[in-house]
């Protein structure tokens, strides 16, 4: 998340932070998404210094203020996430919905249970990670899902995925065909929409993934950058018709391997 950016055009980080307790690079730090701010008073500083004036943007951003720093099932595993990580699962539970670009491996949310070990575990020995953070990450990974299944105001994602990370594979054939198997289950519901962006299509593409969190009321000056770059992928990417496809050819390419 990096909306401060957007949001703090056309004032300098020295400006904002100009009677506060917040530093230019805490105040940087907010604006990656990596922390939050200590109290309400700075916050409320930063939003006049900003120009954010309508009552119901100064109310919900107080009010994901004040849930950044409630304690949720996620601060348990505070110290195997990376940094300001817990603060991104907490806004997935409360977003609306979540619109997702992924060029490279799974969506984290779509992910089963074998296809995350295997990621985690590919990576454990360069990264030198323990097998306590391996087991405690896909334990995160698993309860986040959730936002996904729960009976009431599940979270809508639009996904756009590159074709990519249909032949990444990580494991083993059989934990492929699983997981094609759990997206094709997943993108068949209401709440789901699932695209995939095929590597021969010669279309914009942007260079890194990234999630929109569109909340209620929506902030879209905030966004918009990120919002034009999905819909333009969105627009270009085959429709949602044809992600079993997609998914379809690639466990009969993986059976022919």
Avoid: C
């Amino acid at each position: 998340m990096d909306g401060g950016g957007e949001l703090g055009r056309g004032i300098t980080r020295g400006q904002a932070v100009k009677g506060t307790s917040v530093s230019e690079s805490s105040l940087h730090r907010v604006e990656r998404g990596l922390t939050s701010l200590p109290s309400v008073q700075d916050l409320t500083s930063l939003l006049n210094r900003y120009g954010v004036s309508d009552p119901s943007d100064v109310a919900f951003l107080l009010d994901i203020h004040k849930n950044s720093l409630n304690r949720g099932w996620w601060s348990v595993y505070r110290t195997f996430m990376p940094s300001g990580f817990n603060m991104s699962v907490g806004l997935e539970g409360d977003a609306k919905i979540l619109r997702v670009y992924q060029p490279e491996v799974m969506f984290g949310l779509f992910q089963t249970q074998a296809y995350a070990r295997a990621q985690f575990e590919t990576a454990k020995p360069v990264d030198e990670r323990t097998t306590e953070f391996v087991e405690r990450n896909i334990e995160i990974r698993m309860r986040r899902k959730e936002v996904i299944t729960r009976s009431e105001r599940p979270v809508e994602i639009h996904a756009i995925l590159e074709e990519a990370t249909l032949w990444r594979v990580f494991g083993s054939a059989e934990i492929m065909r699983e997981q094609y198997r759990h997206l094709a289950e997943l993108a068949s519901l209401d709440h789901m929409t699932v695209q995939i962006l095929p590597m021969s299509q010669p279309i914009y593409r942007a260079s890194g993934n990234f999630i929109l969190m569109d909340f209620a009321p929506p902030l879209p000056t905030v966004v918009s950058m990120y919002a034009r770059r999905f819909d333009a992928m969105r627009a270009e990417a085959p429709a949602p018709r044809e992600t079993p496809r997609f998914l379809e050819r690639a466990a009969r390419e993986l059976d022919q391997s």
